[in-house]
């Protein structure tokens, strides 16, 4: 029994990250030709959560999305270069092995390796072009859904 379930080992990987910072551009060319402006923003910097509705998915909601507005003429934003940040990432990635002794110098390793355990769905950054009529909403995910992995390995 022991040969069989006992020496098992298990090893764990968890990934926290903040989420990427980004800023928010008016997508009107307010102070210089040909270069998009900075949204004008007021309220704190700190917002921003994932908001789903009418199956779309907001990175603001729309409490937080009137606080954007188009700079004046001459104007270049007041919402600052990289002031926001977006969804954050975690991950749990799992392996869990065994060594069984076949022969004095052969052995069979079992490996089995999970990758995004929890099957999160890790969001991207959201429409940053005030002027879009999309903007605020999260179209791209980051990273990969669920995966296994099993290996045989037979050593000498």
């Known amino acids: 029994m022991g040969g069989l ?18 800023s928010v551009n008016s997508g009107r060319q307010t102070l210089f030709a040909g270069v998009p ?7 704190k910097r700190s917002i921003g959560t994932i908001y789903r509705f009418q199956g ?37 990635d799992m392996l869990l092995h065994k060594r069984f002794t076949l022969r004095e110098r052969a052995y069979l390793q079992l490996r089995v390796e999970a990758y995004n355990v ?13 002027f879009d ?3 605020g909403i999260i179209r791209t995910t980051q990273g990969s859904p669920r995966a296994l992995q099993v290996a045989l390995r037979l050593g000498f």
């Open 5 to 22: 379930f006992g020496g098992w080992n298990l090893g764990l990987l968890y990934l926290k990250e903040s989420g990427a910072r980004f």
């Open 37 to 43: 402006s900075l949204a004008d923003f007021s309220g």
């Open 56 to 92: 779309n998915i907001y990175w603001f909601n729309p409490d937080q999305a009137q606080l954007f507005t188009y700079p004046d003429a001459g104007e270049s934003g007041t919402s600052g270069r990289n002031s926001f940040a977006g969804p954050g990432y975690t991950n749990v």
């Open 118 to 130: 929890l099957n999160k769905t890790h969001f991207g950054l959201p429409i940053t072009n005030l």
């Open 133 to 135: 009529a999309n903007f």
